[in-house]
């Protein structure tokens, strides 16, 4: 079956760093997702990996290992506003979105 | 990043009614859109699938001839829940599909907070 695993939950400290892991196990790969939900909103894009490696956007890097199915998302300088959820989303061989649960990052002053 | 649109924002309906809501992508074309269902903190579930002048593909469990799609347009998706009741409570979200080269990116509507009476 598919499968995508992200930790539930995490807690940081303002300021500090945090990393996100997802591992996955799908039928195809086309690409994987990193979106940021808000509690009552729906998900914005954050980034979209394809080849392996590390692509960075600002406070936000997100890395890719095809051959261990592993990706992690990477906040720097963690500000309040990223109190969020992110989910971690595998695009399959047919081009279908397979979605991690989410994980909760909350952050303390 | 581009725009998807999504209407109305909230819902409220007596039990019995229908409800339409519409997804716009509103600086692209979109071949493929998607919509989903979340209810509180659980993750995102998708319920169908659809693409530009063809049927929606439904995932298992979801109920087509409730939860009625329509994509006529490349800009246009619809959602309607007929005979909506209580358990169909949930936030519906719309997202569209653009394809860039070979990357593929996948917006998001607002979504829509439907509550049935």
């Known amino acids: 079956g598919q499968n995508i695993d992200q930790p539930t939950e995490m807690t940081a400290t303002e300021g500090a760093i945090v990393q996100i892991n997802c591992t996955y196990q799908t039928s195809g790969f086309n690409g994987l997702f990193w979106y940021q939900q808000h509690a009552g ?25 095809r051959s261990k199915g592993y990706s ?37 002053p | 990043g581009a725009v998807v649109s999504q209407h109305p924002s909230r ?40 693409n530009e002048g063809s049927k929606a593909t439904y995932e298992q469990g ?22 909506a009741h209580p358990e169909d409570s949930s936030f519906y979200i719309c997202s569209a599909r653009q394809r860039e080269g070979q990357a593929y990116e996948q917006f998001f509507g607002p979504g829509t907070r439907l509550t049935v009476l």
Request: one cysteine or more; aromatic letters at 12%; hydrophobic letters at 40%.
């Open chain 2, 62 to 83: 979801v109920e087509k001839d409730k939860f009625l799609i329509n994509h006529a347009s490349l800009t246009l998706s619809t959602l309607t829940v007929t005979s």
């Open chain 1, 72 to 108: 992690y998302l990477l906040l720097k300088e963690l500000q309040m506003k990223d109190s969020a959820s992110y989910l971690c989303a595998v695009m399959d061989s047919n081009y279908q979105l397979i979605w991690g649960a989410g994980t909760k990052l909350i952050i303390k």
């Open chain 1, 41 to 65: 909103e729906a998900p914005t894009f954050l980034s979209y990996n394809v080849l392996d490696g590390l692509e960075e956007k600002g406070r936000f890097s997100s890395f890719l290992s």
């Open chain 2, 11 to 50: 819902v409220i309906c007596k039990s019995g009614t229908s409800v339409k809501i519409e997804c716009r992508s509103l600086d692209f074309q979109a071949t493929t859109m998607f919509w989903y269902r979340q209810f509180p903190k659980q993750s995102l579930m998708l319920m169908a699938t659809s």
